[in-house]
């Protein structure tokens, strides 16, 4: 069965600490992996999809990467705007009407 | 603007009662998916759809109903056979199965 794990699940950061977000996946056969960024009662916010280990992607201070059992969200001197919940989830090849399968999430806080 | 509108935002169900969750999108997106939100939980999914008049139960499918008979339009019904109605619901869209997914900014079901 396909398994999402994120760690930690809530991390609380200075402005300015980098570090990392870890989604650990079982699946079988890797279409894609998704990581949406969520604030307070809103929806999900899309930020990257990687298809394939070794893909990397950036998007101001964050930073996607993806091997073949995990994928690292790197927070590089994050701001308080970039407090909110992180969450990853894969869609398998054997999954053709787009499954998404989602981890918990790692909530963020940063504080000035 | 582009994008997928939920209604409401804040919904209450008193016992025995059947509610109409709505979800239109102007994305021209084919694919359209429910998911429901728990604390501390990953987004699970209830119903998705890949064409109008045609839908498939996802997950949790078990108390809820829905219907496609407009490609913008995908409202989820919460009938009395789901007994823990409360959580956050989400809607979502794609261009087919197996692209991004999209998210409205949710609907808040709770129980009186």
């Known amino acids: 069965e396909d398994q999402v794990t994120q760690s930690p699940e809530a991390l609380r950061l200075q402005e300015g600490e980098s570090s990392s977000l870890n989604c650990s996946y079982t699946?079988?056969?890797?279409?894609?992996l998704f990581w949406y960024r969520q604030d307070p009662g809103k929806g999900p916010e899309f930020l990257f999809t990687l298809y394939s280990a070794g893909e990397e992607k950036e998007k101001e201070r964050l930073k996607a990467t993806l091997t073949k059992k995990e994928s690292f969200l790197h927070i590089t001197a994050p701001k308080p705007e970039d407090s909110a919940t992180y969450l990853c989830?894969?869609?398998?090849?054997?999954?053709?009407?787009?499954?998404?399968?989602f981890g918990a999430g790692t909530q963020v806080v940063v504080t000035p | 603007d582009g994008g997928i509108t939920q209604s409401p935002k804040y919904l209450f169900r008193k016992e025995g009662q059947n509610v109409t969750l709505s979800c239109e999108q102007n994305?021209?997106?084919?694919?359209m998916y429910w998911y429901r939100q728990d604390p501390g939980q990953g987004l699970r999914l209830i119903y998705y759809?890949?064409?109008?008049?045609?839908?498939q139960k996802g997950d949790i499918a078990e108390g809820y109903s829905v219907s496609r008979e407009k490609k913008e339009s995908f409202p989820l019904t919460v009938t009395s056979a789901q007994k823990n109605p409360t959580a956050f619901y989400l809607c979502?869209?794609?261009?087919?199965?197996?692209?991004?997914?999209?998210f409205g900014a949710g609907t808040r079901l709770s129980v009186l």
């Open positions: 979502a869209s794609s261009t087919d199965s197996g692209d991004i997914q999209y």
């Open positions: 994305l021209n997106h084919d694919a």
């Open positions: 699946v079988s056969g890797l279409r894609g």
């Open positions: 759809s890949q064409i109008v008049n045609d839908f």
């Open positions: 989830a894969v869609q398998a090849i054997t999954d053709s009407w787009g499954k998404l399968q």
